[in-house]
């Protein structure tokens, strides 16, 4: 699994978050939350979706805390709406790797990227920013093994 190194620009998310780990794992419920608002977001950049969260992931296990978003890209001029937040995706490099299958493979393809990818690349994950999956109409639901996402890693040289 080789993965493109992009540049990302900065981007100006809106949506919603909440504070889980992987043991209290929340991300459905603010998902449930999330995707029947999105509609009402007029000025999207794209139609797919952001999960992000931030964390370290030299010092990550399963009872770590941490925060994740149920987002989308929008137009910097867009209203913020009554119960979302916005959030400064910052600039930088990313590595981002393509994945089919599903929750339980997302678990694996992870440890691929932390365990043996990232070791043995020339780059280092940046824990300063934020890692994301991107999912649009090639997203199918987590138990489908036909899903595809985009999992978007911040690095450094």
């Given at each position: 699994m080789t993965p493109r190194i992009i540049t990302l620009h900065e981007k100006k998310?809106?949506?919603?978050?909440?504070?889980?780990?992987?043991?209290?794992?929340?991300?459905?419920?603010?998902?449930?939350?999330?995707?029947?608002?999105?509609k009402e977001i007029s000025d999207t950049i794209s139609d797919g979706v952001y999960a992000l969260q931030q964390y370290d992931?030299?010092?990550?296990?399963?009872?770590?805390?941490?925060?994740?978003?149920?987002?989308?890209?929008?137009d910097p001029?867009?209203?913020i709406l009554d119960g979302m937040?916005?959030?400064?995706l910052k600039?930088?490099?990313?590595?981002v790797f393509n994945h089919k299958g599903?929750?339980?493979?997302?678990?694996?393809?992870?440890?691929?990227i932390?365990?043996?990818?990232?070791?043995?690349?020339?780059?280092q994950i940046d824990n300063s920013r934020p890692?994301?999956?991107?999912?649009?109409?090639?997203?199918l639901g987590p138990n489908n093994p036909l899903s595809e996402e985009e999992i978007w890693i911040p690095i450094k040289k």
């Open positions: 998310m809106l949506g919603m978050r909440l504070e889980m780990s992987l043991v209290d794992n929340r991300t459905g419920e603010l998902f449930q939350k999330f995707m029947p608002r999105k992931f030299k010092s990550f296990n399963p009872h770590t805390v941490f925060e994740k978003w149920a987002c989308v890209e929008i001029a867009q209203p937040e916005t959030f400064q600039s930088g490099l990313y590595a599903t929750t339980k493979e997302f678990i694996k393809t992870m440890g691929f932390t365990q043996i990818w990232a070791p043995k690349s020339a780059y890692h994301f999956e991107y999912l649009d109409h090639r997203y």
